[in-house]
């Protein structure tokens, strides 16, 4: 099974108490994303960039945007840890 389709599947079985840290693989980028599941069902996303210490919150409902979002600060280069 390939990383977006068990991070879906993540995401979609995520409890309120659990979440989804992602992290570049790349030293240079040094880019963090955290992903929880609100009681709404909505997804909050915490953006975190290693390199301005600046952070950014981002509410998602659909994992499709998910997806694109990381596609867009990751490319193919991260790992996913489940927490």
Do not use: A, W
Not at 29 to 55: A, D, H, P, Q, W
């Amino acid at each position: 099974m390939s990383v977006p389709k068990k991070l879906s599947n993540e995401l979609l079985n995520l409890d309120i108490d659990e979440g989804v840290r992602i992290e570049s693989t790349k030293n240079r980028n040094k880019m963090k994303m955290y992903i929880n599941k609100r009681t709404s069902r909505c997804f909050v996303l915490e953006i975190c960039s290693g390199l301005t210490n600046k952070s950014q919150i981002r509410f998602y409902s659909e994992i499709k945007h998910i997806h694109k979002l990381i596609h867009d600060i990751f490319g193919r280069e991260y790992f996913v840890t489940i927490y």
